[in-house]
């Protein structure tokens, strides 16, 4: 255990999404700095864009930023006047682009699986995702009525979820941008997490060796488990085996006919606000292979 | 072969023919009455008098029936048919899940830990500053005397050039509880932002139909005292915490002899404010006599801590795009 001082006011901190021996802070007049853990040293300090014509310094107001999935260096930061920011920490002038995308503060922030474009969450309720590359809008999510404190996308299939101070949970497709289902919740809500089931499906997999085509189909029908990781764990341990499933006379192909679109179960999954799972990159990497292989199958 | 099946099964979808039932020609006459549209009369006065005709109709059928049910009323008493329910957008609101079940302790626990609950647990004094907005003009103020009359412990202010941050700040040091602060538009009250202190929640209202004491009639002289409050149809999780921020205006005992009663009635979301104070002519008849001012809020947004416009988060902000139907209400 180590002890270190970051400098306040705080308004979030994050670990980087690789080895997590990196953690980042900013707040109110506190530009993002970054920390190494071991050490507790300062290692990098984010720059600000130049003066404005009267050369007086642009205020400073961090409230969310999060590590890109694929790298330890690339940082994105919205702040509360509406910037959307991108540091790379490789670079010597880090700030590599600044844009003022929104009239009100972006409270949430998270990037996108692939990595291209960012999730951003408004006071007022707005989502918006924007291009990673200049800021561009990609279109917004609508229904929320209450700020918005934390989005997260699912690490296998196409929503979004967002929390905020309505008290309900939403989910959204991200192809077509409709909501998908809603959820009261009764309380003012500031986090949320998915469960990391696609890594689950994998190390099943590779335990039993079943062949993953079936298996990957199945995981979508069956029911999602409680808050804890017990739980979970022990329902994983009782779901039957895809043997079970498809009689011998079957082939393997026949079993598409179990596999269904109906993903009504996932709400359950956005109560686990406790959970900390973090999901690990090769993982999803081979998730999203598999599902290409069943999409050329299916064809 | 696979063609000819093909026909084959078509033929043998094809539908029969329908045999046309057969009408007798009262029953013709009574169709073309019902489907009869008044409008193809190209004669406006044949067909104003048509349409007198049909409303004079419905009208002596109405009355027929009614003139039933009383009798029924009359001869059964009690065991007569219970009385009909008038249809209307209140009572056929959508549903909607937030709608508070009074005794769910998680909601309980929640208010009793809540920026309000200074006022309804530790039972603290109100005291409420009232405003106007920057540069005023004359008609603001008896206005603002009017609330200051209904609501005990209060007292107004010029708003001089300060901004709202600042007399948050001021408020807050004097131990005021509550800041109103109302806004004008062309010599006509427009808004109304209440905030709770020292860290509660700011709500912003539309103000529509305002009428001060000087423009009603037959009204009554208020009196120094601690009114009853009334507060109805607040049913949402928004609509209790609304309704807990307007209960903790007033003080925690009423005085009953002085008979004022504040109420504060939600009709498909607008809040109508209304001070009456309730007169005994005998010890059976009560009648109602009106005081002080008349208006109706609406609520835009509610915004958690004191007033920050642009950074503060919004619990509630009201879109254009909420308003999905005319049957979606929030409080």
């Given at each position: 255990m180590t002890a270190f001082q970051i400098k306040e006011p705080i308004s979030q901190i994050r670990v980087d999404s690789i080895d997590q021996k990196l953690l980042s802070s900013g707040g109110n007049d506190n530009i993002l700095k970054v920390y190494d853990i071991e050490t507790g040293k300062c290692v990098f300090e984010g720059q600000n864009e130049p003066n404005d014509e009267l050369d007086l310094p642009i205020p400073i107001w961090d409230r969310d930023h999060k590590w890109k999935t694929d790298s330890n260096q690339v940082i994105i930061v919205g702040t509360s006047y509406g910037d959307l920011r991108l540091y790379d920490r490789r670079l010597e002038n880090n700030l590599v682009f600044s844009k003022k995308v929104l009239k009100r503060p972006l409270n949430a922030i998270t990037v996108s699986r692939d990595n291209q474009s960012v999730y951003a969450g408004d006071t007022t309720g707005d989502i918006f995702r924007f291009d990673l590359r200049r800021g561009k809008n990609l279109g917004s999510f609508k229904g929320a009525s209450g700020s918005i404190r934390a989005i997260e996308e699912h690490p296998v299939l196409d929503f979004v979820a967002c929390v905020g101070l309505d008290r309900f949970v939403r989910i959204y497709d991200t192809v077509s941008r409709l909501p998908h289902s809603k959820l009261y919740l009764k309380q003012q809500l500031n986090s949320l997490l998915f469960t990391s089931q696609g890594k689950l499906i994998l190390e099943e997999n590779q335990k039993e060796k079943i062949s993953s085509k079936s298996f990957s189909k199945n995981s979508h029908n069956n029911k999602t488990v409680d808050n804890l990781d017990k739980d979970l764990e022990d329902a994983w341990d009782n779901l039957p085996i895809a043997d079970d499933v498809f009689p011998e006379g079957e082939s393997s192909d026949s079993g598409s006919v179990h596999f269904s679109d109906d993903f009504s179960n996932d709400e359950n999954e956005d109560e686990n606000e406790n959970e900390n799972e973090n999901y690990n990159l090769e993982d999803e990497n081979e998730i999203s292979s598999l599902d290409e292989d069943e999409n050329e199958n299916d064809n | 072969m696979s063609e000819k099946s093909t026909k084959k099964t078509n033929h043998k979808l094809m539908k029969k023919p329908k045999q046309k039932k057969k009408i007798t020609p009262q029953q013709r006459k009574e169709r073309r009455k019902k489907f009869f549209n008044p409008n193809t009369i190209q004669n406006k006065m044949r067909n104003n008098q048509y349409i007198q005709k049909l409303k004079h109709e419905k009208k002596v059928q109405q009355t027929k029936e009614r003139r039933k049910r009383r009798q029924l009323e009359k001869t059964l008493?009690?065991?007569?048919p219970p009385k009909q329910l008038p249809q209307t957008i209140d009572s056929t609101r959508e549903f909607d899940e937030t709608i508070v079940d009074p005794r769910d302790e998680e909601i309980i626990l929640d208010n009793q830990s809540d920026e309000i609950s200074s006022y309804f647990v530790e039972g603290k004094t109100p005291k409420v500053f009232i405003t106007s907005s920057k540069k005023p003009t004359t008609n603001i103020y008896p206005f603002l005397f009017d609330i200051k009359k209904a609501i005990p412990n209060s007292k107004v202010y010029y708003r001089r050039r300060y901004h709202i941050k600042e007399i948050v700040k001021y408020a807050t040091n004097a131990d005021f509880t509550d800041i109103i602060i109302i806004n004008e538009d062309r010599k006509k009250p427009n808004a109304m932002l209440l905030i709770h202190l020292p860290n509660g929640p700011t709500a912003h209202f539309k103000i529509s139909n305002a009428v001060r004491r000087k423009e009603m009639k037959d009204k009554g002289r208020p009196v120094d005292s601690n009114p009853e409050v009334i507060l109805n149809r607040f049913t949402t999780r928004l609509g209790h915490t609304i309704a807990r921020m307007l209960a903790s205006l007033f003080p925690h005992q009423p005085d009953f002899e002085k008979r004022q009663v504040v109420t504060f009635h939600n009709q498909r979301d607008f809040i109508f404010f209304r001070f009456h104070r309730y007169i005994f002519d005998s010890p059976t008849q009560v009648r109602l006599q009106e005081l002080g001012p008349q208006f109706t809020l609406k609520l835009r947004s509610l915004q958690l801590g004191t007033f920050d416009y642009f950074h503060g988060e919004y619990i509630y902000y009201h879109k254009s795009l909420l308003d999905t139907s005319r049957r979606r209400f929030f409080l």
């Open positions: - | 008493g009690d065991k007569a």
